[in-house]
């Protein structure tokens, strides 16, 4: 297995998923979220469309996935980060959450290779270094104790702000290739 760390824009990674920061609606919002929606295209808004008629929605700290459309992946997996509010409402919890119910669907697709963004860090203003460290342990956590198809694991950046926070907590604690 191996991590890596890169400063990037998540919609020219070429992976086998991609995950979405996504909202409860799945209809497409901002940051990450719009940009999969812009540049994926109406493949995925359409399935979107037929999981919010089939389950409403997706909830907080709770997976979904679609094709990927126009993308360079097969798929998005969409998870809905929490807002932060001081760490009163289960924000670490729900947060844990989003990576793992993410690993549980690529492991259902056999994915080998899935990228995640910072997720809730940005309009949800997670705190960024209690973030990366609860991204790093939860995907660290789900990998030693499921057996998995994927072999490599991409956080994409979107400033060196999170870069660097995400290989300082990655030091010394699994392989970090380049």
Same mark, same amino acid.
């Given at each position: 297995?191996?991590?890596?760390? =890169?400063?990037?824009?998540? #919609?020219?990674?070429?992976?086998?998923?991609?995950?979405?920061?996504?909202? #409860?609606?799945?209809?497409?919002?901002?940051?990450?979220?719009?940009?999969?929606?812009?540049?994926?295209? $109406?493949?995925?808004?359409?399935? =979107?469309?037929? $999981?919010?008629?089939? &389950?409403?929605? =997706?909830?907080?700290?709770?997976?979904? *996935?679609?094709?990927?459309?126009?993308?360079?992946?097969? *798929?998005?997996?969409?998870?809905?980060?929490?807002?932060?509010?001081?760490?009163?409402?289960?924000?670490?919890?729900?947060?844990? /959450?989003? !990576?793992?119910?993410? /690993?549980?669907?690529?492991? &259902?697709? &056999?994915?080998?290779?899935?990228?995640?963004?910072?997720?809730?860090?940005?309009? *949800?203003?997670?705190?960024?270094?209690?973030?990366?460290?609860?991204?790093?342990?939860?995907?660290?956590?789900?990998?030693?104790?499921?057996?998995?198809?994927?072999?490599?694991? *991409?956080?994409? =950046?979107?400033?060196?702000?999170?870069?660097?926070? !995400?290989?300082?907590?990655?030091?010394?604690?699994?392989?970090? #290739?380049?």
């Amino acid at each position: 297995m191996k991590i890596e760390v =890169c400063s990037a824009d998540i #919609t020219n990674i070429e992976v086998d998923g991609i995950v979405n920061a996504a909202n #409860t609606s799945l209809l497409g919002g901002s940051g990450v979220d719009g940009a999969i929606h812009r540049k994926g295209g $109406i493949e995925i808004l359409e399935e =979107c469309k037929k $999981i919010r008629s089939r &389950q409403g929605g =997706c909830k907080v700290g709770e997976a979904v *996935y679609t094709v990927a459309g126009n993308l360079p992946s097969n *798929y998005v997996i969409h998870t809905v980060g929490p807002v932060w509010s001081g760490g009163i409402n289960k924000e670490k919890e729900l947060l844990s /959450l989003c !990576y793992t119910n993410s /690993l549980k669907i690529a492991n &259902q697709l &056999q994915l080998k290779s899935i990228a995640f963004p910072n997720i809730s860090t940005g309009i *949800y203003k997670f705190p960024k270094p209690l973030a990366a460290e609860i991204a790093i342990s939860s995907v660290i956590n789900f990998l030693e104790k499921e057996n998995t198809s994927l072999i490599k694991v *991409y956080f994409v =950046c979107l400033d060196q702000e999170n870069e660097q926070l !995400y290989r300082d907590n990655l030091r010394g604690r699994i392989e970090l #290739t380049h």
